[in-house]
Protein backbone atom coordinates (compact mmCIF):
# COMPACT_ATOMS: atom_id res chain seq x y z
CA UNK A 1 0.00 0.00 0.00
CA UNK A 2 1.38 3.09 -1.22
CA UNK A 3 2.29 6.39 2.06
CA UNK A 4 -0.50 8.57 2.31
CA UNK A 5 0.45 12.10 0.58
CA UNK A 6 1.88 15.07 2.83
CA UNK A 7 -0.68 17.35 3.81
CA UNK A 8 -1.02 20.24 2.02
CA UNK A 9 0.03 23.81 3.07
CA UNK A 10 -2.29 26.44 2.70
CA UNK A 11 0.18 28.94 2.64
CA UNK A 12 3.84 29.21 1.25
CA UNK A 13 5.35 30.78 3.45
CA UNK A 14 4.82 27.42 5.62
CA UNK A 15 7.26 25.76 3.39
CA UNK A 16 9.83 27.64 4.75
CA UNK A 17 8.89 27.64 8.68
CA UNK A 18 8.51 23.51 8.06
CA UNK A 19 12.53 23.36 6.58
CA UNK A 20 13.22 25.29 9.69
CA UNK A 21 11.43 23.32 12.23
CA UNK A 22 12.85 20.21 10.57
CA UNK A 23 15.89 21.28 10.60
CA UNK A 24 15.88 22.16 14.71
CA UNK A 25 14.03 18.67 15.02
CA UNK A 26 16.44 16.41 13.49
CA UNK A 27 16.71 12.88 14.62
CA UNK A 28 13.00 13.90 16.93
CA UNK A 29 10.61 14.50 14.06
CA UNK A 30 10.41 13.29 10.56
CA UNK A 31 9.31 16.18 7.99
CA UNK A 32 5.97 14.89 7.21
CA UNK A 33 5.07 15.22 11.09
CA UNK A 34 6.67 18.56 11.00
CA UNK A 35 4.13 19.87 7.91
CA UNK A 36 1.01 17.89 9.84
CA UNK A 37 1.57 20.25 13.20
CA UNK A 38 2.03 23.04 11.37
CA UNK A 39 -0.77 23.02 8.56
CA UNK A 40 -3.22 21.67 11.75
CA UNK A 41 -2.11 24.61 13.53
CA UNK A 42 -2.83 26.99 10.48
CA UNK A 43 -5.73 25.51 10.01
CA UNK A 44 -6.80 26.23 14.01
CA UNK A 45 -5.80 29.95 13.76
CA UNK A 46 -7.51 30.75 10.89
CA UNK A 47 -10.83 29.83 12.01
CA UNK A 48 -10.82 32.49 14.44
CA UNK A 49 -7.94 34.98 13.36
CA UNK A 50 -9.17 38.69 12.40
CA UNK A 51 -5.45 38.86 10.38
CA UNK A 52 -4.84 36.13 8.14
CA UNK A 53 -2.20 37.53 6.14
CA UNK A 54 0.03 37.90 8.32
CA UNK A 55 -1.28 34.60 10.53
CA UNK A 56 1.62 33.49 12.91
CA UNK A 57 1.97 29.08 13.31
CA UNK A 58 3.24 28.61 16.96
CA UNK A 59 5.87 26.04 16.71
CA UNK A 60 4.79 25.38 20.72
CA UNK A 61 3.51 22.26 19.69
CA UNK A 62 6.77 20.74 18.44
CA UNK A 63 8.29 21.58 21.05
CA UNK A 64 5.52 20.28 23.45
CA UNK A 65 5.63 16.71 21.65
CA UNK A 66 9.43 16.90 22.05
CA UNK A 67 9.12 17.48 25.99
CA UNK A 68 6.58 14.62 25.87
CA UNK A 69 9.03 12.09 24.18
CA UNK A 70 11.73 12.92 26.88
CA UNK A 71 13.79 15.04 24.52
CA UNK A 72 17.53 16.48 25.51
CA UNK A 73 16.97 19.68 27.04
CA UNK A 74 13.84 20.02 28.26
CA UNK A 75 14.31 19.61 32.26
CA UNK A 76 12.53 23.03 32.45
CA UNK A 77 8.73 22.85 34.24
CA UNK A 78 6.72 23.63 32.00
CA UNK A 79 3.33 25.93 32.87
CA UNK A 80 0.31 25.71 30.62
CA UNK A 81 -2.69 28.50 31.20
CA UNK A 82 -5.69 28.15 29.88
CA UNK A 83 -8.64 30.39 29.72
CA UNK A 84 -11.73 30.30 27.35
CA UNK A 85 -10.36 32.61 24.86
CA UNK A 86 -6.84 33.65 25.88
CA UNK A 87 -7.28 36.91 24.88
CA UNK A 88 -6.82 38.34 28.52
CA UNK A 89 -6.09 36.15 31.82
CA UNK A 90 -4.08 33.34 30.63
CA UNK A 91 -1.95 36.30 28.36
CA UNK A 92 -1.48 37.88 31.45
CA UNK A 93 -0.04 35.16 33.49
CA UNK A 94 1.86 33.89 30.61
CA UNK A 95 3.45 36.98 30.04
CA UNK A 96 4.22 37.56 34.01
CA UNK A 97 5.05 34.28 34.57
CA UNK A 98 7.78 34.75 31.68
CA UNK A 99 9.00 37.78 33.43
CA UNK A 100 9.11 37.34 37.20
CA UNK A 101 10.39 33.19 36.19
CA UNK A 102 13.66 34.73 34.42
CA UNK A 103 14.50 31.79 32.64
CA UNK A 104 12.92 29.25 35.67
CA UNK A 105 10.19 27.92 33.92
CA UNK A 106 8.60 27.31 30.25
CA UNK A 107 5.47 29.18 29.75
CA UNK A 108 2.93 28.37 27.08
CA UNK A 109 -0.89 29.49 27.05
CA UNK A 110 -3.69 28.48 25.65
CA UNK A 111 -7.96 28.89 24.83
CA UNK A 112 -10.58 26.03 24.86
CA UNK A 113 -12.08 28.98 22.19
CA UNK A 114 -9.97 31.29 21.37
CA UNK A 115 -11.15 34.99 20.34
CA UNK A 116 -9.86 36.20 17.16
CA UNK A 117 -7.00 38.76 18.49
CA UNK A 118 -6.21 39.44 22.37
CA UNK A 119 -8.00 42.69 23.86
CA UNK A 120 -6.17 45.95 23.32
CA UNK A 121 -5.90 46.69 27.23
CA UNK A 122 -3.57 43.58 27.72
CA UNK A 123 -0.67 45.09 25.85
CA UNK A 124 -1.02 48.19 27.62
CA UNK A 125 -1.06 46.96 31.40
CA UNK A 126 1.80 44.10 30.59
CA UNK A 127 4.26 47.33 29.15
CA UNK A 128 3.29 49.15 32.36
CA UNK A 129 4.22 46.10 34.16
CA UNK A 130 7.56 45.48 32.13
CA UNK A 131 6.31 42.77 30.81
CA UNK A 132 5.55 41.42 26.60
CA UNK A 133 2.78 39.34 26.04
CA UNK A 134 4.73 35.70 25.25
CA UNK A 135 2.55 34.59 22.36
CA UNK A 136 0.51 37.72 21.49
CA UNK A 137 -2.49 36.14 19.88
CA UNK A 138 -5.03 33.34 20.42
CA UNK A 139 -4.15 30.19 20.22
CA UNK A 140 -5.94 26.87 20.43
CA UNK A 141 -5.76 24.24 23.36
CA UNK A 142 -3.90 21.40 21.75
CA UNK A 143 -3.33 17.99 23.15
CA UNK A 144 0.53 17.99 22.84
CA UNK A 145 0.65 21.15 25.46
CA UNK A 146 -1.52 19.73 27.75
CA UNK A 147 0.35 16.52 27.77
CA UNK A 148 3.44 18.26 27.92
CA UNK A 149 3.00 20.67 30.55
CA UNK A 150 3.95 20.02 34.49
CA UNK A 151 1.76 22.31 35.59
CA UNK A 152 -1.42 23.12 34.19
CA UNK A 153 -3.12 26.73 35.20
CA UNK A 154 -6.84 26.63 34.15
CA UNK A 155 -8.72 30.41 34.91
CA UNK A 156 -12.23 30.48 34.30
CA UNK A 157 -13.12 27.77 31.45
CA UNK A 158 -14.52 25.45 33.94
CA UNK A 159 -14.35 21.56 32.94
CA UNK A 160 -13.21 22.42 29.72
CA UNK A 161 -9.43 21.45 29.96
CA UNK A 162 -8.61 17.75 29.40
CA UNK A 163 -7.40 16.66 32.24
CA UNK A 164 -3.86 14.45 32.21
CA UNK A 165 -2.86 12.10 34.98
CA UNK A 166 0.01 12.91 36.93
CA UNK A 167 -0.03 17.06 36.22
CA UNK A 168 -0.46 19.48 38.91
CA UNK A 169 -3.45 20.85 38.31
CA UNK A 170 -4.24 24.54 39.67
CA UNK A 171 -7.66 26.67 38.98
CA UNK A 172 -7.47 30.76 39.65
CA UNK A 173 -10.71 32.00 39.77
CA UNK A 174 -9.45 35.24 38.16
CA UNK A 175 -12.38 37.48 36.52
CA UNK A 176 -12.38 37.91 33.18
CA UNK A 177 -11.01 41.63 31.53
CA UNK A 178 -13.35 41.42 28.41
CA UNK A 179 -14.57 44.92 27.91
CA UNK A 180 -13.32 46.11 31.33
CA UNK A 181 -11.91 49.60 32.45
CA UNK A 182 -8.26 49.63 32.01
CA UNK A 183 -8.26 50.65 35.96
CA UNK A 184 -10.01 47.22 36.43
CA UNK A 185 -7.83 45.24 34.00
CA UNK A 186 -4.75 46.35 35.82
CA UNK A 187 -6.63 45.09 39.48
CA UNK A 188 -6.94 41.80 37.85
CA UNK A 189 -3.20 41.69 36.54
CA UNK A 190 -1.69 42.89 39.88
CA UNK A 191 -4.00 39.37 41.15
CA UNK A 192 -2.71 37.55 38.68
CA UNK A 193 0.91 38.76 39.71
CA UNK A 194 0.71 37.99 43.04
CA UNK A 195 -0.45 34.34 42.46
CA UNK A 196 2.74 34.27 40.17
CA UNK A 197 4.91 35.43 43.30
CA UNK A 198 3.39 32.28 44.80
CA UNK A 199 3.57 29.94 42.40
CA UNK A 200 7.44 30.60 41.94
CA UNK A 201 8.08 29.85 45.21
CA UNK A 202 6.35 26.98 45.46
CA UNK A 203 9.12 25.74 42.87
CA UNK A 204 12.26 24.33 43.45
CA UNK A 205 15.11 26.62 43.17
CA UNK A 206 16.99 24.67 40.62
CA UNK A 207 14.61 22.98 38.56
CA UNK A 208 16.93 20.77 36.41
CA UNK A 209 18.64 19.12 39.34
CA UNK A 210 17.52 15.44 40.15
CA UNK A 211 17.31 13.94 43.29
CA UNK A 212 19.90 10.80 44.34
Not at 174 to 186: E, L, Q, S, T, Y
Request: glycine letters at 8%.
Amino acid sequence: MSASPPPVLPDDRLAAGTARLATRHAGRFAVETVQGLLADSYRRLAETARVTTHLVVPAERLDALAHVQGAPGSGLPRVLFVCSHNAGRSQLAAALLELRGAGRVTVSNAGTHPAGAVEPCIAQVLTEAGADPVDPYPKPLTDEVVQAADIVITMGCGDACPVVPGRRYLDWPVPDPDGAPVAVVRNIRDDIDTRITELLASLPTDPTRTSG
